[in-house]
């Protein structure tokens, strides 16, 4: 069993930052891939930004590459996600997800999930 915890959401205004932490505890050494996927009101689940946890690999969302940056602090067992120059339209439910996709695009791969966490982006 993995247990992942988010933290680091709240309301921001457009133009500002978040980061959100990703804590992992429990069998972690059975996923090599961690991955933030979000999921706004009526919207499919996408993934927002990947990366793997033992070798140098990541995968963002299009539309997000140059916002939004991944990365790990293995010694910690913590994925952050740093976000930059939030829009309304980021609006979502941020969950942190663990798993041994092939490609860290993969999200039905990501077997670990933590309970997500509410960030809103005001106008």
């Known amino acids: 069993q993995v247990q992942l915890v988010e933290s680091g959401g709240g309301l921001v205004e457009a133009g500002g930052s978040l980061r959100l932490s990703c804590a992992a505890s429990?069998?972690?050494?059975?996923?090599?891939?961690m991955a933030w996927f979000r999921q706004a009101p009526g919207k499919e689940r996408e993934l927002v930004a990947a990366?793997?946890?033992?070798?140098?690999?990541?995968s963002y969302a299009d539309s997000l590459k140059g916002r939004f940056t991944i990365s790990r602090d293995n010694a910690k067992n913590t994925v952050y996600l740093q976000m930059n120059s939030l829009k309304p339209e980021d609006t979502a439910v941020y969950y942190c997800?663990?798993?041994?996709?092939?490609?860290?695009?993969?999200?039905?791969?990501?077997?670990?999930w933590g309970q997500g966490t509410q960030v809103t982006v005001s106008s």
């Open positions: 429990g069998r972690t050494s059975d996923s090599d891939a």
């Open positions: 997800a663990a798993g041994t996709p092939l490609l860290l695009r993969q999200f039905d791969k990501y077997k670990y």
């Open positions: 990366i793997r946890l033992r070798r140098e690999s990541t």
